[in-house]
């Protein structure tokens, strides 16, 4: 299973990016694939700011525009067959206290991998959801600000890094 990373499906979606071709034959050829709340909360921002879009979403589909984001990013989970998946739990760190799983990790995973916060969120939704039983081999981004620590995030992670090249 291929945890897929916000930047892979906005690229997948966009036509004009240079990884579109790669991106959407990985969403399209790829049997399992899973995402995360954070990849929805990223692509509800993604989209709210694109309004033009949202409005014709709106018109064709026949809906207030306040459903169209939520309209779209049901529309890309069906159409790329994605599945949700909940990290849960909560991980103790020593003077910090109990903390989310994700966050807890984040922590943990900023060490030894300096990006920025989003995609050491990512990292660690994809870790704790593999640790909660989901069976996750990889993880595939368009970003490229991963392969930088590639040898680390798949050591501290236990999975493959697939990134998108143009």
């Known amino acids: 299973m291929i945890y897929i990373d916000t930047s892979l499906i906005v690229a997948a979606l966009d036509e004009s990016d240079s990884k ?3 991106a959407l034959q990985i969403l399209q050829t790829t ?8 990849t929805l909360a990223e692509l509800s921002s993604t989209l709210a700011r694109r309004e033009e879009a949202l409005l014709d979403i709106a018109t064709k589909a026949q809906i207030k525009k306040e ?5 779209a990013i049901i529309y890309i989970l069906r159409r790329f067959k994605l599945k949700q998946a909940k990290p849960q739990g909560f991980i103790t760190i020593p003077t910090l ?7 807890a990790i984040t922590i943990q995973l900023s060490e030894a991998i300096k990006l920025k916060t989003l995609d050491l969120l ?5 870790k704790q959801i593999k640790e909660n039983g989901l069976a996750i081999t990889s993880f595939a981004t368009g970003d490229q600000a991963f392969e930088r620590y590639r040898n680390e995030i798949e050591k501290q992670t236990g999975v493959e890094l697939i990134t998108v090249k143009t």
Do not use: F, M, N, Q
Request: proline share 4%; aromatic share 4%.
């Open 31 to 38: 049997r399992d694939k899973v995402v995360s709340e954070l």
């Open 97 to 103: 206290g109990r903390l989310y799983a994700p966050i």
């Open 20 to 22: 579109h071709a790669h």
């Open 122 to 126: 990512h990292l660690a939704s994809a």
């Open 67 to 71: 459903l169209a984001t939520i309209t």
